[in-house]
């Protein structure tokens, strides 16, 4: 399986025509997009899209655009099932960013379902964020997503939002992509390829 994944940045050029270029099986979309930014995405109907809100979107262009809202849902294609989870760690007030307390997240993480692909726009707690910093609330990963990712070792999981290197990391048994920008994730290939 192929992935078009997209997060953080205005993508740099056509998104269809990375999908020309590219010939990707889905579309996932991370989070942190002006939504205009994400436009060409409406045209694009002929393979699934699936994404979750990053703390700097606003809502409603994932339902605009026909991207499946991938917060606390699954989806399935081809056998395969996908979840997700928006937004950060709690670090301002705010009425309309997508931002949970540590406690708000493993609440809402009680009882999901194991998935085989998980999309998150912050990533597991330790992996890939700023975990080491106590003042940088912003970019430290949530705790029961970690939990989530001990107790069910998905396969693959993808993140953005925290601005780490490597961009892919592995997890016991999990393939961890970190997307900036736009990327190109295949199965059996190592690595993200930035396009």
């Known amino acids: 399986m192929k992935i078009l994944a997209l997060s953080d940045r205005t993508p740099t050029y056509s998104i269809k025509q990375m999908v020309d270029d590219q010939n990707p099986d889905m579309i996932f979309t991370l989070g942190d997009f002006h939504a205009l930014a994400l436009a060409e995405l ?6 699934p899209k699936l994404g979750v809100y990053g703390n700097h979107c606003n809502r409603g262009y994932l339902e605009e655009y026909g991207i499946v809202n991938m917060h606390l ?11 997700g989870f928006e937004g ?21 993480m009680t009882n999901f379902p194991r998935v085989d692909v998980f999309l998150s726009h912050c990533p597991p707690y330790n992996i890939n964020d700023d975990h080491h910093d106590p003042n940088d609330l912003s970019h430290v990963g949530f705790t029961a997503l970690l939990d ?15 601005y780490p290197n490597p961009v892919q990391t ?3 048994n999990t393939f961890i992509y ?17 396009i």
Do not use: D
């Open 42 to 47: 409406a045209e694009i109907n002929h393979i």
């Open 170 to 172: 592995m997890y016991k």
């Open 88 to 108: 950060c760690v709690r670090y301002k007030t705010s009425t309309t960013a997508p931002m949970f307390t540590q406690e708000e997240c493993t609440e809402m």
């Open 73 to 83: 849902n699954t989806f399935e294609y081809k056998g395969t099932v996908f979840g």
């Open 148 to 162: 989530y990712l001990e107790k069910y070792s998905p396969a693959a999981w993808f993140h953005g939002h925290t």
């Open 178 to 194: 970190y997307i900036e920008g736009q990327g190109v994730i295949e199965s059996g290939k190592a690595g993200v390829v930035k």
